[in-house]
């Protein structure tokens, strides 16, 4: 049987953060930690960097994991004041991302992996997408990204919905993975590996071992929908855009029971 990441039961139908979204929406006690403006104008709404703490308070309510890696840049979806949705970069130390370089032709540092985002209630529809596509934008200008990665997880009954509608590259369920289980039963990304490995100046194989006996141990986790977006230009893009295109594959859809 293959472990999840979280604790949450297994969605088939729909994906978990519209579970989440309609039951808070449901939930006056919840929706008040969440007010919403006046006016919802998706055009008129900007995305802009942000600080972990509001990053922290929407993925907690509303991302699947509920967890927030340490990130390189947090942005914001704000409607006026209100901040309506995030999505959370870590840039050149992809984690698990870092394995799609050698198929992209691509370092590691050129890797912008968005590896939590999430949107409130009250957001109105598009605003994901928006919200992905631009600070994916940022991001490259700020720090010469030239690809951004995302994955979906089928666990949370995610099919890439948002990264289809913001004209994402499906590239298919990447392979069965692996993750660490600590002495309390949290989960942890398998870079935790690497993070012992830089604390404590010893090798893959001996931080494997340390956890082991610490206590840890290793469970598999469920494939997921790898999709990616060029952000390079000029020979890069082009370049770029050939290697993605080899590898394309068609968006996968929901079931439609008849």
Same mark, same amino acid.
């Given at each position: 049987?293959?472990?999840?990441?979280?604790?949450? *039961?297994?969605?088939?139908?729909? $994906?978990?953060?519209?579970?989440?979204?309609? %039951?808070?929406?449901?939930?006056? +006690?919840?929706?008040?930690?969440?007010?919403?403006?006046?006016? /919802?104008?998706?055009?008129?709404?900007?995305?802009?960097?942000?600080?972990?703490?509001?990053?922290? +308070?929407?993925?907690?309510?509303?991302?699947?994991?509920?967890?927030? *890696? *340490?990130?390189?840049?947090?942005?914001? /979806?704000?409607?006026?004041?209100?901040?309506? !949705?995030?999505?959370?970069?870590?840039?050149?130390?992809?984690?698990? #991302?870092?394995?799609? !370089?050698?198929?992209?032709?691509?370092?590691?540092?050129?890797?912008?992996? /968005?590896?939590?985002?999430? $949107?409130?209630?009250?957001?109105?529809?598009?605003?994901?997408?928006?919200?992905?596509?631009?600070?994916?934008?940022?991001?490259?200008?700020?720090?010469?990204?030239?690809?951004?990665? #995302?994955?979906?997880?089928?666990?949370? !009954?995610?099919?890439?919905?948002?990264?289809?509608?913001?004209?994402?590259?499906?590239?298919?369920?990447?392979?069965?993975?692996?993750?660490?289980?600590?002495?309390?039963?949290?989960?942890?990304?398998?870079?935790?590996?690497?993070?012992?490995? &830089? &604390?404590?100046? $010893?090798?893959?194989?001996?931080?494997?071992?340390?956890?082991?006996?610490?206590?840890?141990?290793?469970?598999?986790?469920?494939? %997921?929908? &790898?999709?990616? %977006?060029?952000?390079?230009? !000029?020979?890069?893009?082009?370049?770029?855009?050939?290697?993605?295109?080899?590898?394309?594959?068609?968006?996968? %859809?929901?079931?439609?029971?008849?």
């Amino acid at each position: 049987m293959v472990s999840r990441s979280t604790n949450r *039961p297994k969605q088939v139908d729909v $994906c978990w953060q519209k579970v989440k979204r309609d %039951k808070v929406a449901k939930t006056p +006690k919840l929706a008040a930690l969440f007010p919403s403006p006046s006016g /919802l104008s998706l055009k008129a709404a900007r995305v802009r960097r942000i600080g972990r703490p509001i990053a922290w +308070k929407v993925i907690s309510n509303f991302e699947w994991l509920g967890t927030l *890696p *340490p990130c390189s840049d947090y942005f914001g /979806l704000f409607f006026g004041d209100y901040c309506g !949705g995030v999505a959370c970069y870590s840039i050149g130390s992809a984690g698990s #991302a870092m394995m799609m !370089g050698p198929y992209l032709g691509v370092t590691q540092r050129d890797i912008a992996y /968005l590896c939590r985002g999430a $949107c409130v209630h009250w957001c109105p529809s598009g605003a994901a997408p928006k919200l992905i596509n631009v600070s994916a934008r940022i991001a490259h200008e700020s720090t010469g990204a030239k690809i951004a990665i #995302a994955y979906s997880d089928t666990d949370a !009954g995610e099919i890439g919905t948002v990264y289809q509608a913001a004209g994402w590259v499906c590239m298919g369920l990447g392979v069965k993975d692996w993750q660490w289980v600590t002495p309390s039963g949290a989960t942890r990304n398998r870079s935790t590996t690497r993070d012992v490995v &830089r &604390r404590n100046g $010893c090798t893959w194989g001996e931080a494997i071992k340390a956890l082991i006996a610490a206590g840890w141990r290793q469970q598999p986790v469920n494939p %997921k929908w &790898r999709y990616v %977006k060029i952000l390079g230009t !000029g020979a890069d893009y082009a370049s770029l855009l050939k290697r993605v295109n080899s590898l394309r594959v068609p968006y996968p %859809k929901r079931k439609i029971e008849s």
